[in-house]
């Protein structure tokens, strides 16, 4: 297949909202692919990192926001769901891009299999493990948006 320009379009950047540091993904310009990107260590102001996010945000050239929702094995709520809503909020307030919200249920798990894989030296680990989570937070909404959430 041959891609013009005009096929190109705004990036969906995903962000595994951590209570420390912030994940954060994108996707290939077509959005098929998730890519790990950076990963945003927190200041403690609410208003500081989602300012720092708005400015990753425009950086990536971003048309959609994926936040990942952390519960619990049984799919229900737990304390850090509420964390992660209230920032989520927060964003949403500051920008007039769409914020998906997407399960993110074992993404950190399978970082870490895929940093074991990799060898990743143990002292670089937190370096990369939220961006590789939010890349597979990334993967599983643009899978379910294309498959219907029948994955």
Do not use: W
Not at 28 to 52: H, I, K, M, Q
Not at 90 to 107: F, G, I, K, N
Request: hydrophobic letters at 35%; proline letters at 3%.
């Amino acid at each position: 297949m041959c891609y013009t320009s005009g096929m190109i379009g705004k990036r969906i950047v995903a962000f595994d909202i951590g209570d420390k540091r912030i994940g954060v993904a994108v996707t290939d310009p077509f959005n098929e692919y998730a890519l790990p990107s950076e990963t945003y260590v927190r200041r403690g102001s609410l208003e500081e990192d989602v300012g720092a996010l708005l400015s990753i945000l425009r950086e990536k050239d971003a048309g959609e926001i994926v936040c990942g929702l952390p519960l619990n094995a049984d799919g229900t709520e737990s304390v850090q769901t509420a964390k992660t809503m209230r920032f989520v909020e927060a964003l949403r307030a500051r920008t007039a891009l769409p914020v998906h919200l997407q399960d993110e249920r074992y993404t950190t798990m399978q970082a870490r299999q895929v940093q074991i894989a990799g060898g990743v030296r143990r002292k670089d680990k937190k370096k990369s493990i939220d961006s590789i989570a939010a890349s597979y937070i990334l993967e599983n909404y643009l899978a379910e948006k294309k498959y219907g959430g029948h994955v």
